[in-house]
């Protein structure tokens, strides 16, 4: 658990970057809710998102993270689940391993331990290399029964 607050942060350190990137890290300065309004949906209610409002998946995943880091673990895999195609197609394959690795994270603190495995399983499969998947292998090993 040690590790996992020093990893916390210093990823807040880093600007909410848990990996580095090449790019620098977007920052997303607006004000935002994170449940959607209703304005500018239809008749029925359904919501017609506004992209040009919306954060990019880099600024997402940190915002994320942010809210990790206070505990907000619900908040923050709302906002992880509803980006994570963005992150899988993105051009930098760290964002689907960091989203997945969170998620994780997220799932295993609010005590759903299965969805936790399943997704720190999908990091180590489909995304071996890096730090996410080394964050995931332990994990792993920690949600193991004892």
Known sequence: MRW???????????????????QAPVVW?????????????DAQGNIQQD???MP??????????ALITQTEYARAA??????MDEFESS???????EGWFWLGYCREKQGKFDEARDNYMRV????PHGRAADQAKQRLV?????
């Open 29 to 41: 300065e607006e004000e935002q809710t994170l449940a959607p309004s209703t304005e500018g949906g």
């Open 124 to 127: 180590v499969e489909l995304y």
């Open 78 to 83: 709302a906002i992880l689940e509803e980006r």
């Open 4 to 22: 996992m607050v020093s990893l916390l942060a210093a990823g807040l350190l880093a600007g909410c970057a848990v990996m580095q990137s090449e």
């Open 142 to 146: 920690a949600l193991r029964p004892r």
């Open 91 to 97: 051009d930098d394959p760290r964002l689907a391993a």
């Open 56 to 65: 990019s998946p880099a600024a997402a995943l940190d915002m994320a993270v």
């Open 51 to 53: 992209t040009e409002s």
